[in-house]
């Protein structure tokens, strides 16, 4: 029983799938250097071809197109406008200054400086302008080819340099542009300082204009208004006018009369709270001549009241009499207290009311005179602001005249300044002396350069354009199946060259091709459970891809482990089984009962019929026979689940070697056997094919085991060659001239 820890073949499968994945959406670095290895003369080849093809074309056009360059400069002074009152000059910001000197570089090779230049005189007469026969449109665009204009960083310098065949005509024409050039800015600058010095004249009449019409408005204030004094209005408090300080005192009387306001107000809110027991008030009312005789009264009353009650007694008619009397005079002394209190309290309130309403009329015609002083006070201060805005404009009119005066004595002498181009001519450009091209540094590297890149260019399309399944990188890519062996070329080895593919592992046991069949067999145990594999298809998707040769040798591997082996040869259209393992002349005169695959599955015969010996030990086969009707029906049907069946109990292992999977035998063949096997050729299996194949097993559900690639060549930048060369040492090394059957 399979070990419930062993995953299944399907999850190894997607185990290794998912290791995969992607590999075949991007090139590896050491997939590159192999293309490379691989293509290494056609590289090296094209390289030598592209340097011998540069440095030819190199003394062609040394001998019939020379080029000569004449060069010169132009000196480019510090932009802005420099002031010739001022000795010495302001240098401008490095940057500043060469984009200054860039822009000068770009009005050379401006269209309309180019076309100037071709109708010039010395221009039209030389050959090179004679060689495009008057093609206006060919000429600009030789000189925008060929008439270099460069500002140079570092310096105040910008060279003009001219490529053509003749050397004399080169330096010509770098001598006029210079020359054009020249001319053309200090025009520009001179009809620039004209249009300015144009404008300042303006400006300055338009501005004397403009002080005579100030004046005019200052006189007509001072004549309309009358006002005098009117420029003397400094805040430091040297001169007041009179309105002005009139408003002053105002201000200050009204102050001053608020504060009685408030005072008397004041009193009158005290005057009114007071009461008869107020102090004020109890001292005016005792001072009343009938208050004071009514307590003198009081008094007596009090005293004598005092004696009789000593000498008569309390109940004492003259007692009470003389209390009655006291109680009636002190009641009317109270009562007077009263009246006069309050006479004297409304007597202090009414007057001091009347103070208040006194100062309230103060204050009204105090206030309406502010106002009527206030309204002279702002006429005063609009004629003054109008009369200082005048005052102020006059005096920035003045200051921008007196500006404007030194602006057109500048700009005069600017005009007569012989720098005010900013460039200035360093010399005429000579003759060349040289050849400036062709040159061997230049062609020759760059022959070489580019037959080198035609080279990898081309080893790259030879890859790209190769989709054959060569390599066991290309299996893990493209197919995306784990790869479970690959058998070597036969050229690969001298010993398998002529030898029989079907046999290899019989006949040359130590061959590395049979060694690949022991490492397949060995991955394929490895790939799953044992009893989970025991049936074996081994499918392809075309004939001649190795799927016999595969299957004949997987089966003696396996046999040579001592285990029991059927092959079921279950190609009907190309049976094999017959030139793999031949009947025995014996054999076949003792049982003429012996039948094939064919007449089992058609109801002819019984199972043991059908097997027969190889002359191999622990190894038989069963014959495909002639094709039946309906192969896949057959294929898929009842007998051959018998006969598989069958097989399982006395056998360790099936190997079924079916047609290729263009076929629909071969899917009911794989929906039969626990896995499938699927060969790939080197020489033969294309990627889209291979894909197919893969996509075919899946969509019936039958388990791919993996796959083996046959015809594996060396390939340069490989590690297969690595491989065969150590296997080869190794085999040596050993005592081996023992002879061992697989």
């Not at 050379?108 to 071709?118: F, T, V």
């Not at 009397?325 to 002394?333: F, P």
């Not at 459970?529 to 040769?549: L, M, P």
């Not at 069963?622 to 018998?642: C, N, Q, Y």
Request: with cysteine.
């Amino acid at each position: 029983m399979m070990n419930s820890k062993q995953p299944i073949p399907g999850q190894r499968q997607a185990v290794r799938a998912v290791s995969t994945a992607g590999a075949g959406f991007n090139i590896t670095p050491k997939e590159i250097v192999d293309i490379l290895r691989r293509h290494l003369f056609l590289i090296i080849s094209l390289t030598i071809v592209g340097a011998v093809f540069g440095v030819g074309l190199w003394v062609v056009l040394r001998m019939f197109a020379p080029k000569y360059t004449a060069k010169t400069y132009i000196e480019v002074l510090s932009p802005g406008q420099s002031d010739p009152t001022v000795i010495g000059t302001t240098l401008a910001n490095k940057d500043i200054a060469y984009e200054f000197r860039t822009s000068k570089a770009a009005l050379i090779k401006q269209q309309r400086m180019l076309q100037e230049l071709i109708r010039r005189d010395a221009i039209r007469g030389t050959k090179w302008f004679l060689s495009f026969g008057d093609d206006v449109v060919e000429i600009i665009k030789d000189l925008e080819d060929h008439l270099g204009v460069y500002p140079d960083r570092n310096s105040n310098f910008i060279s003009i340099s001219m490529t053509c065949g003749d050397p004399k005509e080169a330096a010509l024409i770098v001598n006029q542009m210079i020359d054009l050039f020249i001319k053309s800015q200090q025009t520009t600058a001179e009809a620039d300082i004209g249009l300015k010095l144009r404008e300042l004249s303006q400006q300055e009449n338009d501005l004397r204009d403009k002080m005579r019409s100030i004046s005019n408005s200052l006189a007509d204030i001072r004549r309309s208004t009358g006002l005098t004094q009117l420029e003397n209005n400094s805040g430091d408090g040297a001169f007041r006018h009179t309105i002005t300080q009139k408003l002053a005192n105002l201000e200050i009387q009204k102050m001053e009369l608020e504060g009685d306001i408030e005072q008397v107000r004041t009193s009158v809110a005290s005057y009114e709270k007071r009461t008869a027991t107020d102090e004020i008030i109890i001292r005016d009312t005792e001072n009343d001549q009938v208050v004071i005789y009514l307590i003198q009264r009081i008094a007596a009353l009090e005293s004598e009241l005092a004696r009789k009650l000593t000498n008569l007694g309390e109940n004492h008619r003259e007692v009470q009499q003389l209390r009655e009397v006291l109680r009636q005079t002190i009641a009317e002394k109270d009562a007077r207290s009263n009246a006069k209190a309050q006479q004297i309290r409304d007597s202090d309130v009414t007057t001091i009311k009347d103070q208040l309403a006194m100062l309230v009329n103060r204050l009204a015609r105090l206030e309406q005179l502010r106002a009527q002083t206030e309204n002279e006070q702002k006429e005063l201060d609009n004629t003054r602001a109008t009369y200082d805005q005048f005052v102020s404009d006059r005096e920035e009119a003045k200051n921008k005249l007196f500006a404007i005066q030194e602006q057109i004595s500048k700009y005069n002498l600017m005009k007569q300044d012989a720098e005010s181009a900013k460039v200035k001519p360093v010399g005429l450009a000579p003759e060349p002396l040289e050849i400036s091209s062709p040159k061997l540094l230049v062609f020759a590297p760059g022959g070489t350069f580019l037959g080198f890149m035609l080279g990898i260019g081309f080893a790259f399309l030879i890859e790209l354009l190769n989709d054959l399944i060569r390599t066991p990188s290309d299996v893990m890519k493209h197919v995306n199946i784990p790869l479970l062996g690959m058998v070597t070329h036969k050229s690969l080895d001298s010993s398998t060259k002529k030898a029989d593919m079907w046999r290899v592992t019989r006949q040359l046991p130590f061959s590395i091709m049979s060694e690949c069949y022991r490492q397949f067999r060995t991955n394929l145990k490895l790939s799953a459970d044992t009893d989970s594999q025991r049936v074996i298809f081994i499918a392809s998707g075309n004939a001649e891809e190795g799927r016999t040769t595969v299957a004949a040798n997987i089966a003696t591997t396996f046999a040579a482990e001592n285990k029991r082996i059927l092959l079921i040869d279950a190609n009907f259209r190309r049976p094999t089984s017959y030139k793999l393992f031949p009947i025995s002349n014996g054999l076949q005169q003792e049982d003429t009962l012996l039948m094939d695959l064919s007449g089992y599955l058609t109801g002819a015969g019984s199972i043991e019929l059908t097997i027969r010996p190889t002359g191999l030990e622990n190894m038989d086969i069963i014959d495909s026979g002639s094709v039946p009707e309906h192969p896949a029906e057959l294929l898929g049907g009842s007998r051959m689940a018998e006969l598989i069946k069958y097989a399982k109990e006395h056998y360790d292992n099936v190997i079924i070697d079916g047609p290729p999977m263009l076929v629909s035998d071969a899917k009911s063949l794989a929906a039969q056997a626990d896995g499938t096997v699927l060969v790939f050729n080197t020489e033969i299996t294309r990627r889209g094919t291979a894909k197919r194949v893969v996509r075919e097993v899946k969509e019936i559900n039958a388990n791919i085991l993996g796959a083996v690639l046959v015809g594996v060549k060396v390939l340069r930048g490989g590690y297969f060659r690595e491989m065969f060369e150590s296997y080869q040492d190794y085999q040596k090394s050993e005592n081996g001239q023992v002879t061992q059957k697989v």
